[in-house]
């Protein structure tokens, strides 16, 4: 079993920074590939980065290439996703995800394991 934790989000006003965290606890050895998702009021939950836990290897999509960065401390066991330049439309619950199987960056809610509880964060325009 793998345990997500995250912090760090918040209320922060258009073009403002926000940093995500995500401790992870547990069979931590298994974890292939970390990323989070997001999820807005009646929208599904969607990718918007992963990392691979020890290549380093990334996905973004699209609309926060340029803007977000995700990066992971493994003698922490954490994750990160530095976001810049946010906009209203970053406004969502944004959620940890860890998936054990690999051997790709996974990019589907339905391929990973585990999840955190989620932050909520708020941009005012």
């Known amino acids: 079993q793998v345990q997500l934790v995250e912090s760090g989000g918040g209320l922060v006003q258009a073009g403002g920074s926000l940093r995500l965290s995500c401790a992870a606890s547990g069979r931590t050895f298994s974890i292939y590939t970390m990323a989070w998702f997001r999820q807005a009021p009646g929208k599904d939950r969607d990718i918007v980065a992963a990392?691979?836990?020890?290549?380093?290897?990334?996905y973004y999509v699209d609309s926060v290439k340029g803007r977000f960065t995700i990066s992971r401390d493994n003698a922490k066991n954490t994750a990160y996703l530095q976001m810049n330049s946010l906009k209203a439309e970053d406004t969502a619950v944004y959620y940890c995800?860890?998936?054990?199987?690999?051997?790709?960056?996974?990019?589907?809610?339905?391929?990973?394991?585990?999840w955190g509880q989620g932050t909520q964060v708020t941009v005012s325009s």
């Open positions: 990392i691979t836990w020890s290549g380093g290897r990334t």
């Open positions: 995800a860890a998936d054990i199987a690999g051997p790709i960056v996974r990019t589907a809610r339905s391929e990973y394991d585990y």
